[in-house]
């Protein structure tokens, strides 16, 4: 795969942002709705817990600078967080004014305000001057590894990030659809984390860098590797040309030019990620976007703002319905054929479990197929026994501090938790940093 093209030409155009930045007029008759409460619900509901009274409460006296490094105190990635997390079901789904009937405070929006400011201004944050003996890797360069980094590089610690793709920043990089978070945002909290001292190393745990060698370098490793491919369909016709997951598709029209989506597209799943894909798609041209999902829209796991921006993103929802084959003509996708499915008892993930009905096959036609099942388990860096347990297919850690079995090791991200939002792997990320801390400050003591 050649090198990452940043940014992508039309994409700006193409993918304008849900949620426009406000001006500063607007951001302060906005702060001065805020009644900045003692013991903040908004602050508890976030997983990171910013202080929110406080940097708003900076924004109205036009301390913007202030504002912003409130945030980073709290999260380093304010930037990308500010864009991508569910405020609804968040900070602003907690806001005090909903309980007089009011809109809420929006605070994603003025996280945003700040965050832009501390970013034009260039100025960045202050590095500890390093500590000898000690020292970390962390591996993968998503959210809960640049957490991790900047809370130990804040306290003097040497942090090395081992991340096998050409740019760092995982997911926001390369996985977050670009109406939400452009690539060059990502890549710009990446170069603050790099500004405290952290280095980056382009290099695969597990292939080109063995565990054993981080363990004679390093002190401590804290796994962030995330999650692995997405989820096989397992049905004829899947590495048909025309096929691509939802991952992919979004690196692909994220960081590289040219890319051709279809004229009729399928999407096959009901979560945020396949909505993602089917909003991409529309916006890249297609000219029909199909949803398709084997159980109903009550069970869909998308957020409900998620589904209802796509209907008006012009996508076509279809439910009780599962691929059973993908049709080729012409050596192409051409068609998936789904049968109709019933719901029936409650399964391990406690939803109605779909089952097929005999006889009851169709076929939507098609020339692109982009399937959004979840992604499996990345645990093939652990192939050889570390004394690190796992729990349903993730690894277990203790979840105050991120401790795993092996003392040696911490994890955290999407690779504990299954797959959640970047803000819950950037508080992953700084609770290890704070006990990976502890732990070396005791060592050395000893």
Known sequence: MSQPALPVPDNRERFPELHPALDANAALAEANRCLFCFDAPCTAACPTHI???????KISSGNLRGSALTILDANILGLSCSRVCPV???????????????????IGRLQRHAMDYFYARRTGLPASPPRSGRS???????????????????????????????????????????????PSDSLREVDLVRSLGVEFRQAEVGGTVSLDQ??????????????????????????????????????????????????RVVVIGGGNTAIDAANAARRLGAEEVHLIYRRSEKEMPAFPFEYHHSKVEGVRFHWLAQPVEIVARDGRAAAV???????????????????????????????????????????????????????RGSIAVDRPTGRTANP???????????????????????????????????????
Not at 52 to 57: E, L, N, W
């Open 51 to 57: 202080d929110v009274p406080r940097f708003i409460k």
């Open 88 to 106: 609804d079901v968040l900070c602003e789904g907690a806001c005090v004014m909903l309980r007089y009937n009011q809109k809420p405070i929006e």
């Open 136 to 182: 970390v890797a962390c591996v993968g360069g998503g959210p809960a590894s640049l957490a991790c980094a900047a809370e130990l590089r804040r306290r003097g610690y040497p942090v090395t990030i081992f991340d096998n793709r050409p740019l760092p920043g995982g997911l926001n990089t390369y996985g977050i659809a670009e109406y939400k978070l452009r």
């Open 214 to 263: 981080l363990e004679k370098e390093f002190d401590l490793i804290f796994l962030g590797a995330g999650l692995g491919a997405m989820d096989r369909l397992g049905i004829p016709g899947e590495q048909l040309p025309g096929v691509i997951d939802a991952l992919h598709f979004i690196e692909r029209y994220k960081t590289f030019p040219g890319f051709q989506v279809g004229r």
């Open 337 to 391: 054929k789904f049968a109709e499915t019933r719901l029936e008892e409650l399964d391990a993930s406690g939803r109605r479990r779909a089952t097929p009905v005999p006889g009851s096959d169709f076929e939507v036609a098609c020339d692109m197929v982009i399937p959004a099942l979840g992604q499996s388990r990345f645990l093939a860096i652990l192939h050889e026994s570390r004394g690190i347990e796992l729990n």
């Open 408 to 446: 040696r090791y911490y994890a955290g991200g999407d690779c504990v938790n299954g797959g959640r939002e970047v803000v819950d792997a950037v508080a992953d990320g700084k609770r290890a940093a704070l006990a990976m801390a502890r732990q070396l400050e005791g060592s050395t003591n000893g």
